[in-house]
T-cell receptor, first 118, second 113 residues
Framework: DGGITQSPKYLFRKEGQNVTLSCEQN?????MYWYRQDPGQGLRLIYY???????QKGDIAEGYSVSREKKESFPLTVTSAQKNPTAFYLC?????????????????FGAGSRLTVL | AQTVTQSQPEMSVQEAETVTLSCTYD???????LFWYKQPPSRQMILVIR??????QNATENRFSVNFQKAAKSFSLKISDSQLGDAAMYFC??????????FGKGTRLHILP
């Protein structure tokens, strides 16, 4: 079945350590997204990528980094520079097409990764 | 920059009744897309309904419908015949022409039996 796989589901990190969250999709979607979810804050966009080897900062990119070397994969690294990394992280993907129907396609989400900093 | 505002952090509705969730947004774009997503306790995000800004007709999906007021930049969600399974967080989302997608802070909907 096609979908998005995020791993690990739960992750614990000591302060000062970098950690990488995996996101893989087999939907042949061009665009991929990373969001952070905190209570009362909704989903906040960290990074997104419309195409391989290209990505854009979202609203809260500081302390995070991403790569898009393959269409299927969009890993997120939470660096030690991120001051409050404990959160629920959601990866999503979407088709992307220029033209009048661009944007009509919806996000498909992974099940999320819960990161806790000890 | 675009923003999405959901002014109701929580709402409650009696089972079988109708409820409307509010969403307003701010943008200078003319071509964009709006969505409502649902997040049940499992935390798996699910699309409820979508609306293209160039369409004047309001979108409808079974018991879910929207009231899209482009000039007022308002995009409310109406749930008819509320069911226990509708209890969830509901998020309004905006997709811009450059594929950036932002969300509001959400409204937690409680269904009272």
């Amino acid at each position: 079945d096609g979908g998005i796989t995020q791993s690990p589901k739960y992750l614990f990190r000591k302060e000062g350590q970098n950690v990488t969250l995996s996101c893989e999709q087999n939907l042949n979607h061009d665009a991929m997204y990373w969001y952070r979810q905190d209570p009362g804050q909704g989903l906040r966009l960290i990074y997104y990528s419309q195409i391989v080897n290209d990505f854009q900062k979202g609203d809260i990119a500081e302390g995070y980094s991403v790569s898009r070397e393959k269409k299927e994969s969009f890993p997120l690294t939470v660096t030690s520079a991120q001051k409050n990394p404990t959160a629920f992280y959601l990866c999503a993907s979407s088709t992307w097409d220029r033209g009048i129907m661009a944007g009509a396609n919806v996000l498909t989400f992974g099940a999320g990764s819960r990161l806790t900093v000890l | 920059a675009q923003t999405v505002t959901q002014s109701q952090p929580e709402m409650s509705v009696q089972e079988a009744e109708t409820v409307t969730l509010s969403c307003t947004y701010d943008t200078s774009e003319s071509d964009y897309y709006l969505f409502w997503y649902k997040q049940p306790p499992s935390r798996q995000m699910i699309l409820v309904i979508r609306q293209e800004a160039y369409k004047q007709q309001n979108a409808t999906e079974n018991r879910f419908s929207v009231n899209f007021q482009k000039a007022a930049k308002s995009f409310s969600l109406k749930i008819s015949d509320s069911q226990l399974g509708d209890a969830a967080m509901y998020f309004c989302a905006y997709r811009s022409a450059n594929d950036k997608i932002i969300f509001g802070k959400g409204t937690r909907l409680h269904i009272l039996p």
